[in-house]
């Protein structure tokens, strides 16, 4: 069975940095788009930062881009979110995601196109 698992949430003060992680396990996602989004209460899920199969391409959201680092190891099959200068918008529920279809890029940020999704980690930024 196809599983995802994220890593890595917790409390911390604005400005302070966080590496969340994503295992796979079930299947090999070696040639699927991976991404993250992320949900905060009351709102819908958004998405923050995607990578393609290969880890040469990334794509980020504008409210993330310069603080937020995503990157894969396909060697150990995990996914990571480098996360620094965090800021209380930044609190959420992270989720890991990935493609079903293989070599698909494209529309990154709709999070119909992800098939795959982990249980999410809570991240909390307190001012």
């Known amino acids: 069975q196809e599983q995802l698992v994220e890593s890595g949430g917790g409390l911390v003060q604005a400005g302070d940095s966080l590496r969340l992680s994503c295992a796979t396990s079930g299947r090999t996602f070696s040639t699927s788009t991976m991404g993250w989004f992320r949900q905060a209460p009351g709102k819908d899920r958004e998405f923050v930062a995607a990578?393609?199969?290969?880890?040469?391409?990334?794509y980020y959201a504008d409210s993330v881009k310069g603080r937020f680092i995503i990157s894969r190891d396909k060697a150990k099959n995990t996914m990571s979110l480098q996360m620094s200068n965090l800021k209380p918008e930044d609190t959420a529920a992270y989720y890991c995601?990935?493609?079903?279809?293989?070599?698909?890029?494209?529309?990154?940020?709709?999070?119909?196109?992800?098939?795959?999704w982990g249980q999410g980690t809570q991240v909390t930024v307190s001012s």
């Open positions: 990578i393609t199969w290969s880890g040469g391409t990334t």
């Open positions: 995601a990935a493609r079903g279809a293989p070599y698909s890029w494209g529309s990154q940020t709709n999070s119909d196109e992800y098939d795959y």
